[in-house]
Structures are given as C-alpha cells and as structure tokens.
C-alpha cells in the first residue's frame, strides 16, 4: 500500500535553514507529481509547493518562492522540501502527499504522510 | 489568483441528518474540484475529485456536484464519524497555484 513517511521538523529560530524529507513506497514514485502541503496551529490547509514526476516543472506559493526549494531522488523514492530565510509564520505541520494520478492535470492528493512539524520561534 | 471561498465556516447537525456544504471559486474552475475531510490530529483524507467523484473506500452518502465556480459536498445522513473539518481544493491548471478553500466545521448540533 502506499505510503508517505515526513521527517525532518524541528524548532529554529527565524532566518534559520531547514530540510524536510517524505519517504515514499508501494506505488512507481517518479510516476507521480508530489506535493507539500502546510497547516499551521488551528488554521486551515495552504498549498506550498509541487514538482513533476522528472523534476522538470515545479511550482511554488508566493508565500515561499525563493525560500523554499522542491525536489526529489527518484532512485531513492524521496521528496525533499529545502527551507530557507525561515519566519516565525512558517510554523507549521508540513505534509507530503501524492498526486491522484500519474496524469499532470490531476493535482489532488490522495495519499498523505502524517506530516511533520516545523517551529520558527526566537 | 483564485480564490476558494466556503460557507458556512461552522455547520451544527444532529446524526441522521443532511447536510451540505457549499465552496464558491472566484472564477471558474471546471470540474476540477476536490473535497478532503480532516478529524483532529489527523492528515487530510480525499473524499471527493473531480467535483463528483468518491475517492476509493468514501462511502456512498458523500456526495459531491456543481461545476464551474459552485460546488457542494452533500453528507446524506449524518454519522458520529463524520464530524470533522471538510476543505475544497481546485487543481485546473490555469493559473497552475493550487487553492484550499478556507474550511467547514462540521459540529454536533
């Protein structure tokens, strides 16, 4: 079955770097576009970021371009989420989850981690 | 930018009971919908893609339509495990940005 292991988070301080990872098994995962989803404290979902099944289209929010940078080791079957510049409004469990299909178009997510969670404090 | 607005931000039902909720796009979006349920704790779970369509494993009393820039999520019949918060998402590939709408409590009334 599939399945989508975060980690990675941690407590820094602003202007901190951090890198998280999503492991991922039981589907062919450079098939796929993943993405990373954030939510912070009692607030609702925010999109952050996806990348193409060969890495060659990504995408980000305006609340994270040039900070954060997607990626992945398809050989590996990981996701990576490269945080940088991080403000305390950054705080957030951060998921990994996978595309509904292999098809570009189909940008819902039907299997998710559990999500790690990333604290930006001073 | 589109924006993805649900209503209402609360919704009070008792178990056995209908209920609907709505998500507005502020233009159109097709039928490229999805709706996820989220308990506590939890990561979401996708329930609904492509406005109308149930996930594998959703049961049957979730339903969702609409198209274009209106769209509801329908429970049929109000069970214990469904109390939860209940978010929209667009994925039409223009502009490629993907949206989560702000999200519906569902509460026992």
């Known amino acids: 079955q599939v399945q989508l292991v975060e980690s990675g988070g941690a407590l820094l301080k602003p202007g901190g770097s951090l890198r998280l990872s999503c492991a991922a098994s039981?589907?062919?995962?450079?098939?796929?576009?993943m993405t990373w989803i954030r939510q912070a404290p009692g607030k609702g979902l925010e999109w952050v970021s996806y990348i193409s099944g060969g890495s060659a289209y990504t995408k980000y929010a305006d609340s994270v371009k040039g900070r954060f940078t997607i990626s992945r080791d398809n050989a590996k079957n990981s996701l990576y989420l490269q945080m940088s510049s991080l403000r305390v409004e950054d705080t957030a469990i951060y998921y990994c989850a996978r595309a509904g299909s292999g098809y570009d178009q189909d940008k819902y997510f039907d299997n998710w981690g559990q999500g790690t969670l990333v604290t930006v404090s001073s | 930018e589109i924006v993805m607005t649900q209503f209402p931000a609360t919704l009070s039902v008792s178990p056995g009971e209908r209920a609907t909720l709505s998500c507005r796009a502020s233009?159109?979006?097709?039928?490229?919908l999805a709706w996820y349920q989220q308990k506590p704790g939890q990561a979401p779970r996708l329930l609904i893609f492509?406005?109308?369509t149930r996930a594998a494993g959703v049961p049957a009393r979730f339903g969702g339509g609409g198209s274009g820039t209106e769209f509801t999520l329908t429970i049929s019949s109000l069970q214990s495990d469904d109390f939860a918060v209940y978010y929209c998402?667009?994925?039409?590939?223009?502009?490629?940005?993907?949206?989560f709408g702000g999200g519906t409590k569902v509460v026992l009334k």
């Open positions: 039981g589907f062919p995962f450079s098939d796929y576009y």
């Open positions: 492509g406005a109308s």
């Open positions: 998402q667009r994925y039409n590939n223009w502009p490629p940005e993907l949206t």
């Open positions: 233009q159109s979006v097709g039928s490229n």
